[in-house]
């Protein structure tokens, strides 16, 4: 089992995906998500999703998930700062499409 692997199954419970960094610097960073089902004895990559996020917390990604019969893809992004908007859509390209946003405010 890989490095990559073995993090990614580790943090399967969370609620938010593990992040990858590709890159990084004081701007933002360029991160890889994948989508990652596991077995007893092996783990499966079902698709990812490729994003930016900035320092503040402002970001958007984009992604396919192919662990359905069709593979699902999305769009989002979300503004940062104390109080953040959120906004992402998934469609499967025929039957299935959504649209949920959201509001985080830290404090």
């Known amino acids: 089992m890989t490095a ?19 890159d990084s610097d004081d701007k933002g ?6 989508n ?7 783990a499966e990559t079902k698709g990812a ?11 958007a990604h984009g992604g396919v998930d192919t662990s359905g019969e069709r593979p699902t893809y999305s769009l989002g992004a979300s503004t940062g ?3 953040s908007f959120s906004a992402e859509a998934t ?6 499409a959504g ?7 830290k404090y």
């Open 4 to 22: 990559l692997a073995a993090t990614a199954l580790g943090t399967s419970a969370l609620a938010e995906p593990i992040k990858l960094p590709v």
């Open 29 to 34: 960073t360029v991160y890889v998500a994948p």
């Open 36 to 42: 990652v089902q596991s077995t007893e004895k092996s």
């Open 49 to 59: 999703s490729i994003g930016v996020q900035k320092p503040d917390g402002a970001g």
């Open 81 to 83: 700062g104390k109080t």
């Open 91 to 96: 469609s499967d390209g025929k039957n299935n």
């Open 99 to 105: 649209v949920k946003a959201g509001v985080t405010i």
